[in-house]
């Protein structure tokens, strides 16, 4: 059995995003939370959480950081979020991606494996990792091995992942303590995130939606076009709808109004 698993280990935790810090800044300062943001790799973020608030809420650090999980990714829902978190009991993942159902592992402390096949074989498909080389090089964080303590089977985990891009920063590494990882974290310049109200919170989010690639359609000469092209075709649409008694086509036609209407204005209060 590995040395380490016996060791008392502090309770710690880790955010990794399938995304640039461009997008994860926004909806990461919405959790309200002292958290540093850093790339990781190609289209990876991780973030780290600066306080330790599961030491004080009376919650443990696997249901602290999935909380925050699965609220990134419902708020970006276009890419999903990794929670890599342990304790002096036991360590795993949890995987949150939109609206789906999280999925998540558990090794004990000396690498026992607790989870279902099934979970890592979700794991891997949401992940969009291969589904032959990616997902045999999981296979053994699946099974007992009496050299891998649960920390081993974390840092495997995410060799793995650097298949896909991800890339750790030097000193992140999973299973030392929060305060080590903070320092660490801050000494390569990682941004800290904090909460500037309401306001600026939702403008930071527009601002990352417009940087997106469905940007050119909400603000500018095409989301113009379009806003246009919506109300010239909803506008007869409609008063065909009205005047045949067509519930339907009517709904259709209020609905190409309302939406280029909208666009419309969004542009031009964007634009002001």
């Not at 989010?205 to 940007?215: I, K, T």
Request: charged letters at 20%; a neutral charge; glycine letters at 12%.
């Amino acid at each position: 059995m590995n040395a380490t698993s016996g060791s008392r280990r502090p309770a710690g935790a880790l955010l990794l995003c399938r995304a640039e810090p461009a997008a994860v800044r926004p909806p990461a300062q919405l959790l309200r939370e002292q958290l540093l943001l850093a790339p990781a790799g190609t289209e990876w973020s991780v973030v780290v959480p600066e306080g330790k608030p599961w030491l004080h809420g009376g919650e443990p650090v696997e249901r602290v950081v999935t909380g925050w999980a699965t609220a990134l990714a419902v708020s970006a829902a276009t890419w999903p979020v990794l929670a890599l978190w342990w304790d002096a009991d036991r360590a795993g993942f949890t995987l949150a991606a939109g609206f789906r159902r999280t999925v998540g592992y558990t090794w004990l402390a000396d690498g026992t494996p607790v989870g279902e096949d099934e979970a890592m074989r979700t794991f891997a498909a949401r992940l969009a990792l291969d589904p032959v080389l990616d997902v045999q090089a999981l296979e053994p964080l699946t099974r007992p091995d009496g050299d891998a303590d649960a920390h081993t089977r974390l840092i495997a985990l995410t060799a793995v992942l650097a298949r896909v891009g991800l890339v750790m920063p030097t000193g992140l590494t999973p299973g030392e303590s929060a305060d080590r990882l903070r320092s660490v974290a801050l000494a390569q310049g990682a941004e800290q995130l904090e909460w500037s109200g309401w306001r600026d919170a939702v403008r930071a989010e527009l601002d990352a939606v417009e940087g997106g690639p469905f940007g050119p359609y909400l603000r500018g000469p095409r989301a113009r076009l379009l806003g246009a092209a919506q109300l010239g075709a909803g506008l007869p649409l409609l008063a065909w709808g009205i005047s045949r008694r067509s519930g339907g086509w009517t709904a259709a036609g209020g609905l190409l109004v309302v939406h280029g209407a909208l666009g419309l204005a969004y542009d031009r209060l964007r634009g002001q």
